[in-house]
């Protein structure tokens, strides 16, 4: 759309300013974006979108233009994108955008909870990080917020770069880089270039990265995009001894040594939780306020989350996995303190020519941390020289989790999304 034509939209957007994209879960009063995907086309479904309430319907195919509720545009996404950066322009909220390879929505929640102690703040609800996803987090931005922090997520080079041209973002973090979306991305390398995207935005148009100095590949990143005057470190902290299940840290705030006792499971989390006392620290806020902010993150949608069933004692990192979380995770389990451990893993996604040789580096990790009772799903797995049981998706382990009770474990659950290795929780 020309700009004309975004500033008449705006002018519609502030009458009525919720986005609605899903034509059966329409909000009265609301705009619909008939966006379009690999199997639905929802121009089809502008019609029913305002039949149900909704005031205009944002389309891109003539034929479906009935009156003068329908407004066509060339391309509804990009009009989506054009409109959420438009309406960030109007607004001086400081924006801080972040990434990384693991670890960066357990970062933004955390982030989000202490800023929330001093600030009202918006946030990227759920996993709300791709290129609809931002666009759709900007447009919820209002006046009287005074810090956003917006999760971007990437598949490929050049993402990251669009989401910053969008969200046109003042501060930025990169969490990690690891081995994660590689058929995408073309490698670690590519991953890297990806991800740095955020740095080079920063340098040219931002004001500050928070980063951990200690990671020689970001601080390498960080230099190549000209940052060595825009950046600020993370505070200095370490894990605490004894602190099974859940992290306990000791780190170096304004009035001295503070202990933090995180309802995080996962030694891996501690980068996490020092991003976040680090961020509070640069926004003003107390070392109280930081405190309370990170002890009272409770995880959910199985994140580093620990569950007590009748049965069993579960860590749950079920939403992703890629290599480098699942050798964190397998790691940290080692560490553990617990009798009759089991570990269910399943197949990681999108690691292209590379998942033979990654799948089976996490089976040879397995056997050099000698656990003997591990559930491995998946095809990938299955392909995996290992002596350990293998189902072929999560439903033939759901029917053997049926037949053999397992009570009494301590049991780590991990896996990409798309195994849906979650279902096997309530049977545990």
Do not use: W
Not at 64 to 69: G, N, Q, S, T, V
């Amino acid at each position: 759309m020309k700009l004309e034509s975004i500033s008449h939209l705006y002018s519609i957007f502030k009458q009525y300013p919720i986005i609605s994209i899903d034509s059966r879960n329409c909000e009265p009063n609301s705009l619909f974006f008939a966006l379009k995907g690999e199997n639905f086309n929802a121009n089809a479904f502008a019609l029913s979108a305002l039949e149900k309430g909704c005031r205009y319907a944002i389309i891109d195919e003539a034929e479906y233009k009935l009156d003068e509720r329908f407004i066509l545009v060339e391309n509804v996404l990009e009009t989506l994108q054009n409109l959420a950066t438009f309406h960030r322009r109007q607004l001086a909220t400081p924006i801080l955008s972040i990434t990384g390879s693991n670890g960066k929505t357990t970062t933004k929640e955390l982030i989000s909870a202490v800023l929330s102690e001093k600030y009202n703040i918006l946030y990227t609800l759920g996993n709300y990080n791709n290129h609809i996803g931002v666009p759709l987090t900007l447009l919820r931005l209002k006046p009287e917020h005074e810090i956003a922090v917006v999760e971007m997520g990437a598949n490929a080079q050049r993402e990251i770069g669009q989401l910053c041209e969008i969200a046109r973002p003042n501060f930025g973090i990169i969490t990690n880089v690891g081995k994660a979306h590689l058929e995408g991305f073309g490698g670690v390398e590519g991953v890297k270039k990806g991800k740095g995207e955020m740095y080079h935005y920063i340098a040219r148009s931002g004001k500050l990265i928070f980063i951990n100095k200690n990671n020689a590949s970001l601080m390498e990143m960080a230099k190549n995009a000209g940052l060595e005057n825009k950046m600020l470190g993370y505070i200095e902290g370490k894990e605490m001894a004894h602190s099974s299940p859940f992290l306990e840290v000791e780190c170096q705030l304004k009035s001295g040594v503070c202990k933090i006792n995180t309802n995080l499971v996962g030694a891996y989390n501690i980068e996490n939780v020092l991003a976040a006392a680090t961020i509070g620290n640069y926004f003003g806020l107390s070392d109280e306020q930081i405190k309370r902010g990170i002890e009272n993150y409770v995880p959910s949608n199985n994140r580093s989350q620990l569950t007590e069933t009748p049965n069993n004692k579960l860590i749950v990192d079920a939403y992703n996995a890629n290599p480098t979380s699942m050798s964190a995770a397998i790691k940290n389990f080692a560490q553990v303190e617990a009798e009759n451990k089991l570990l269910i893993l399943g197949d990681m996604f999108e690691l292209g020519e590379d998942s033979e040789l990654e799948h089976q580096a996490i089976v040879d990790l397995l056997e050099a941390n000698g656990f003997d009772r591990v559930f491995l799903v998946g095809n990938e797995f299955a392909k995996t020289k290992n002596h350990f049981q293998t189902f072929e998706n999560t439903n033939e382990l759901l029917q053997y989790i049926e037949k053999e009770t397992v009570k009494n474990h301590c049991i780590l659950i991990k896996a990409s999304r798309g195994i849906k290795l979650e279902a096997v929780i309530e049977k545990l």
